[in-house]
């Protein structure tokens, strides 16, 4: 007779799964400790489910957010809706309308700032802000207030500040490579989003007195407005943690970028031959006859590792002038590859396979959770959170949905999914101490 997972209590499975074993029930789950393919299918879904996970990597290191930065990103989404609610009433007919405010995210972002929790109040704030902003320039377009220079000002005035910041942090000056390195991750992010929201589609058409000025609609003026109010937090906040890494330094910083820009060289050239996606699947599965578990599992690792033929090493591209962004890039990329490679030698999956047992993957989120508490430990350097944030979120997201199965998604669909997130967010993070060394001068 199957057990069933509810008359097992949750104390019972994970003590037994930390390496004890009490009767009864705690004998099944012995049996999944030392033997988890033994263990009925049902019974390991859910034995892998309540797994102790890694916590997430905000809980273990994020840039500090101020209170006045926090609220400051609140009242302009405030004053965002209020206007644009207020714009409306004078509209007859919205049935053009996209969203209404912010969609309940002002509300949500007002009480985490109230509660103290000002990085959440900084995401809802920039959240909402992609749908209150919408609202708000598809307003002014229905009133004719389209105002393109006036746009095109903005969008100047963001991208100068962007420019007085990069400036700003040249040389990039570190005093603990560890910590200041995580911080320059986060101003160069927001830099960059701020400047790609800043750049829309037809600045420099306006800018040019011998083009035609773009002919936008509404939707194209709500999207513009989204944009460059998302923009001027993103710069703000860019700016806000560039003064608080100020506010670390000492007189024993010094210059980095020359050890960054040889990292550049060192590790683009070792990324020079890494093989694109489709060679990569080309290689281990070809044209088959047949798509099965053992050719999901292999089009899932080279999806998750490698680039497409149209892309660089890195998921998207990155500014010059962002060099520690680029060197993030790069580093993530040499561990991909050599993650891959790892995870193919150690892959439970046959090329005959028509099933997956679900015990491979208990056994090796209880291997994950091992390499985990060994490279990160329960006091991370900054840096290597930054550093191993997928490979964390590959053993955070290896859990088996039964009810997310259909006709086109099938049991081993999923639970190889989950499996194949554990293994490579272990192989991840056994590669992940080798560039941590070589960027913060520790090899």
């Not at 040389?171 to 603990?176: M, S």
């Not at 101003?187 to 040019?208: M, N, T, W, Y």
């Not at 053992?294 to 002038?321: G, K, M, N, V």
């Not at 944030?389 to 949905?401: C, P, S």
Request: charged residues 30%; proline residues 6%.
């Amino acid at each position: 007779m199957v057990p069933d997972p509810s008359s097992i209590s949750r104390r019972q499975l994970l003590g037994g799964l930390a390496g004890g074993a009490t009767l009864g029930s705690g004998a099944l789950v012995a049996t999944g400790v030392t033997r988890p393919t033994a263990l009925p299918n049902v019974l390991t879904d859910w034995a892998t489910n309540y797994y102790p996970t890694p916590p997430a990597p905000s809980s273990l290191w994020q840039p500090t957010v101020t209170e006045a930065h926090a609220r400051e990103a609140v009242e302009l989404l405030a004053e965002t809706e209020d206007e644009a609610l207020e714009r409306w009433d004078d509209i007859e007919d919205d049935d053009g309308r996209f969203v209404t405010g912010s969609g309940g995210w002002l509300s949500s972002a007002e009480e985490s700032l109230e509660d103290g929790e000002y990085e959440d109040a900084l995401s809802r704030a920039r959240y909402g802000m992609r749908f209150a902003g919408e609202d708000l320039g598809r307003v002014r377009a229905e009133h004719g207030e389209e105002d393109l220079e006036a746009l095109a000002g903005r969008a100047d005035a963001l991208l100068e500040r962007v420019d007085t910041v990069v400036d700003d942090i040249e040389g990039r000056p570190v005093a603990d490579p560890e910590r200041d390195l995580a911080w320059y991750v986060h101003v160069e992010s927001e830099l960059q989003r701020g400047r790609h929201l800043a750049q829309f589609r037809g600045l420099e058409e306006i800018h040019d007195d011998d083009s035609d000025p773009p002919n936008y609609d509404s939707r194209n003026i709500g999207e513009i407005t989204s944009e460059l109010l998302r923009a001027e937090i993103a710069v703000e906040t860019g700016e806000q943690y560039r003064d608080r890494l100020w506010e670390l330094f000492d007189s024993t910083e010094a210059p980095y970028d020359d050890h960054l820009r040889g990292l550049l060289e060192e590790f683009g050239t070792e990324l020079e031959p890494m093989p694109t996606r489709d060679e990569v699947e080309d290689e281990y599965i070809g044209d088959p006859e047949e798509y099965g578990p053992y050719e999901f599992a292999h089009s899932r690792l080279a999806q998750w590792c490698f680039p497409t033929s149209f892309s660089p090493p890195w998921r998207r591209d990155i500014d010059e002038e962002f060099l520690v962004l680029e060197v993030l890039a790069l580093a993530r990329g040499l561990v991909d590859w050599r993650a891959h490679e790892y995870a193919v030698a150690q892959l439970e999956v046959e090329p005959d396979d028509e099933a997956f047992d679900p015990g491979h993957i208990l056994a090796e989120k209880r291997r994950g959770k091992s390499t985990y508490d060994d490279v990160i430990g329960s006091d991370p350097a900054p840096f290597m959170v930054v550093l191993s944030e997928e490979g964390i979120g590959n053993l955070r997201i290896a859990d088996v949905r039964r009810d997310s199965w259909d006709d086109r998604w099938r049991p081993w669909n999923e639970r190889i999914q989950a499996y194949l997130n554990a293994l490579l967010g272990r192989a991840r993070l056994q590669e992940y101490p080798a560039p941590y060394k070589a960027i913060t001068n520790k090899r």
